[in-house]
C-alpha cells in the first residue's frame, strides 16, 4: 500500500488507540459507586484516583513524545497499549486505596500518555493536505470513547462484580490495542530522510531542540493549550452537579453530557475541515473566544433545555479546538521533534484539565452556587483567546517537508 493511502490507515489506528485507552481510564466514574460499596473505600479517594491520571498523563508526555522522536511511534505506543492493559487488569486486584490510587491512578494515566502525543505527532507527520481533517479524525475517535467504552463497562458491572469488570475491561484493551499498535509506522519522511537540504533550507532544519523548546512560539502554545483545558475542565466535570443543583433529575442531567458529546463529533470534524480551508491559527482564535463565551452561558441555564443547548454549542466548540494545536505545531517546528513539542502542549492540557474537579468543588463549597465556576471558565478563555492572538508564525516555514501525498 504506497503512503497516499496508508496515512488512512494511521489515522484510522490513532482514533480506535485513543478510543479504546481514554474510555479504559474513563471507565473509573462507572465504576465509582461499585467499588466505594464493595471495598468501603471513600468516593472521594477512589475518584482521586483520576486526578492522580491527568497528572501523570501531564508529567510523562513529554517523555513519550520525545521517545517517538527517538525510536518511532511504534515501540512507544505498543508499550503504553501493554502497560495500560496490564494496569486495569492489576487495579482490579488491589486491595488497598493507595495502591488502587498508584495503580489506577499513575499507571494508567502514565500510559493513556504513551498514546496521545505520539499518535498525533505521528499523523501530522503523514500529512501534507488535509492535515487538520486527519488529526481532527483522530481526535473524534478519541471522542467516541464515552459512547462505547463507558456504555461497555456500565453493562458489563451491572451483570458482574467490579473487579470481573474490570479484567474483561483489561483484556478488550489488550486484544484490541496491542494488535492495532502494529500497524503504527513512522511517516515517509522519517522512515527514509532525504538529503539534508543546503541553503536557506538548511537554516530551517536546523533549529535545535533546545532553541525549539526556548521559542516563544512553543512557549505560547503551552500557555494557550493550559487555559484553554482549564476552560472547559471545570464544565465538563460540574455541569451535571449543577444541574441537579436545579432541580433537574440525576438520570436526565447525566444525558446533557451525550449531547455534548454528540455535537463535540460533529465539532472535531467541522473544525477540522475549516482549518483546512482558513489557516489552524485563525480557526483556533475564532474557536477560543467562542469558547469563552460558551462556558459563560452556563450561568444562564436552568432548565434541562437549555442545559442541552449550551451543551452542544459548548461539546461542539471546544472538542473542534482541541485537535488543531497539533497541526499549529507541525507548521511551525521541525518534523523529527514532533513527538517533544506535542508531548509539550499535551502536558500543558493535562495540567489545564486537573484544575476543573478541584476549581469546581472548592468554588461550590465557598458560594453554594456554580455560577462563579463558569464566569471563571470565561475568564479562563479569554486568557486563551489573548495567548493565541500573540502566537506569531515563524519567520520562515520550519521542518522538514514530506513527499506530497494529495
Not at 484516583?49 to 501523570?56: D, E, K, N, Q, V
Not at 485563525?282 to 433545555?305: K, P, T
Request: net charge positive; charged share 5%; with cysteine.
Amino acid at each position: 500500500m504506497n503512503s497516499s493511502n496508508y496515512r488512512w490507515v494511521i489515522v484510522a489506528a490513532g482514533g480506535l488507540l485513543g478510543c479504546v485507552a481514554i474510555g479504559g481510564m474513563f471507565s473509573l466514574p462507572v465504576f465509582l459507586k461499585p467499588i466505594a460499596g464493595d471495598t468501603g473505600w471513600s468516593v472521594t479517594g477512589i475518584s482521586s484516583a483520576m486526578t492522580i491520571g491527568f497528572l501523570a498523563m501531564a508529567f510523562t508526555s513529554m517523555a513519550w513524545g520525545t521517545l517517538t522522536d527517538r525510536f518511532g511511534p511504534r515501540p512507544v505506543v505498543l508499550t503504553g497499549s501493554t502497560v495500560l492493559a496490564l494496569s486495569l487488569f492489576a487495579a482490579s486486584h488491589a486491595t488497598s486505596l493507595l495502591v488502587f490510587q498508584f495503580v489506577f491512578g499513575l499507571l494508567v494515566g502514565a500510559s493513556c500518555a504513551a498514546i496521545f502525543a505520539p499518535m498525533m505527532a505521528t499523523v501530522t507527520g503523514w500529512f501534507d493536505t488535509h492535515r487538520s481533517l486527519a488529526v481532527s479524525l483522530v481526535s473524534a475517535g478519541m471522542g467516541m470513547a464515552p459512547m462505547t467504552m463507558s456504555p461497555l463497562a456500565a453493562w458489563l458491572v451491572s451483570n458482574h462484580d467490579w473487579r470481573t469488570s474490570m479484567q474483561i475491561v483489561a483484556l478488550v484493551v489488550g486484544a484490541i490495542m496491542i494488535p492495532v499498535s502494529l500497524l503504527v509506522r513512522r511517516p515517509p519522511a522519517l522512515a527514509h530522510p532525504v538529503a539534508a537540504p543546503s541553503g536557506e533550507g538548511a537554516v530551517q532544519a536546523e533549529m535545535s531542540m533546545a532553541e525549539a523548546l526556548r521559542s516563544p512560539q512553543f512557549l505560547i502554545l503551552l500557555a494557550t493549550n493550559f487555559f484553554c483545558c482549564a476552560t472547559h475542565s471545570g464544565p465538563i466535570i460540574h455541569t451535571v452537579s449543577y444541574a441537579v443543583s436545579c432541580g433537574i433529575p440525576l438520570i436526565a442531567a447525566v444525558t446533557i453530557y451525550s449531547v455534548e458529546g454528540f455535537a463535540g463529533m460533529g465539532g472535531r470534524i467541522a473544525f477540522g475541515l475549516m482549518g483546512d480551508r482558513l489557516g489552524a491559527k485563525r480557526v483556533l482564535v475564532s474557536g477560543l473566544l467562542l469558547q469563552a463565551f460558551g462556558a459563560l452561558a452556563y450561568v444562564f441555564a436552568h432548565q434541562l433545555a437549555t442545559f442541552y443547548a449550551v451543551g452542544a454549542t459548548f461539546g461542539f466548540i471546544y472538542a473542534g479546538t482541541m485537535p488543531l494545536y497539533a497541526v499549529l505545531a507541525r507548521e511551525n517546528f521541525p518534523l523529527r521533534m514532533m513527538g517533544t513539542v506535542i508531548g509539550g502542549t499535551a502536558m500543558a492540557g493535562s495540567l489545564g484539565m486537573a484544575t476543573g474537579p478541584l476549581a469546581g468543588g472548592l468554588i461550590y463549597d465557598a458560594f453554594s452556587s456554580y455560577a462563579w465556576l463558569y464566569i471563571g471558565s470565561w475568564a479562563m478563555g479569554l486568557g486563551a483567546f489573548l495567548m493565541a492572538m500573540m502566537f506569531r508564525p515563524f519567520a520562515k516555514p520550519q521542518g522538514e517537508v514530506a513527499p506530497a501525498t494529495a
